[in-house]
């Protein structure tokens, strides 16, 4: 995007190209109809060119990207009179849909262990044993001594914590 930014046309081809694979398994999921995929793919793309000024290389990608793709989705089922689809797009939906990604850069992985850092071993320690170890509420509570209340609002600190970090808006 950087060298998009600066006005190279063959970069900018490339990232359109690469980000339009990228979505299309999201989209898919989303929406399940090739026609739906392909409209809404092209109200993502028009929307990028609009946009592109105001990425910042100081941030990742990805989430600059997919406050993009939010917002079009959002757009797209208000069209289409889906309330229920609307109701569906929630913050961990959100997150996933970034962290379900095969193919995951350098900078990225060192961002988000950046953002691990910030977190306080706490929350590090209930955010890894819940999403890694996919211990569960109660397992975490007992294991560190706690209420399961406590690991909750802790769990959801951390989650806030890190999306803060990584320029996501939860």
Known sequence: ??????????MYNTLLTEVSQYLQS?????????ERIQDLLQEILISIHKSRHTYDANFPFKPWLFKIVQSRLIDFYRKQGRRAELNSIHDEDFLDSLSTEAEISFMEIRDFQKALDALSHDQRTILCAIKLDGKSIKEVASIMSLSESAVKVSAHRAYKALASHLGVEL
């Open 26 to 34: 999201y989209l898919k999921y989303k929406l399940k109809t090739e």
């Open 1 to 10: 995007m950087v060298e998009a930014q600066k006005g190279n046309s063959k």
